[in-house]
């Protein structure tokens, strides 16, 4: 697959086909992905992949946040859009498995830090994209980051996103891109 096509056929996908994610092919996908710029060389980013039962009660922690985005949601969309949404956040579309991805902070600036890890998310997504897999990057749970730190045993690293994964069972619409936000400056001197 052309770099190309990969950016432009990625589509986050929120409902998965009941198919496993062999731990190989995941491993190959992160490996890849972690090439991600980062500041200064830092890589300060951990990722946990998780499937089966330590899958299951992260969904369970991470659909208490659906509650925190629902009043923006329902200005922005249809009642019918709402309440999808709000099933997807309690069984993540049926995804086999979920990516947890944190920076560590540096002692410098966030927004470095923050960068870099998106980089590497958005390494991740395209990977996952051209194997075959998709993903969902998810920033609602951070409202219950809290949780999720304890859940997993983390302390001093910040939560960036959630990631359901798997082999995609959908195919969204072509979003259209908007207009006017580039501006080309000095190429007519």
Partial sequence: MELKDAVKGRRSIRKFKDMAVSKDKIEAIISDALWAPSPMNRQNWKIFVLTGKRKNELISLCSKSYGFIR??????????????TKKFFEDFGGAPLVLVIYYIPSGEESTGDLQGTAALIQNLL??????????????????????????????????????????????????PRRVGNVEYLGFDE
């Fill in 126 to 175: 395209l990977l996952l994209h051209a194997e075959g897999l998709a993903g969902c990057w998810m920033t609602g749970p951070l409202h219950v980051s809290d949780d999720i730190n304890s859940y997993l045993g983390v302390d001093g690293m910040e939560l960036v996103a959630v990631i359901p994964a798997g082999y995609p069972d959908q195919t969204p619409p072509v979003p």
């Fill in 71 to 84: 009043p923006r949601l329902e200005k922005l969309f249809k009642p019918s859009v709402v309440e999808w």
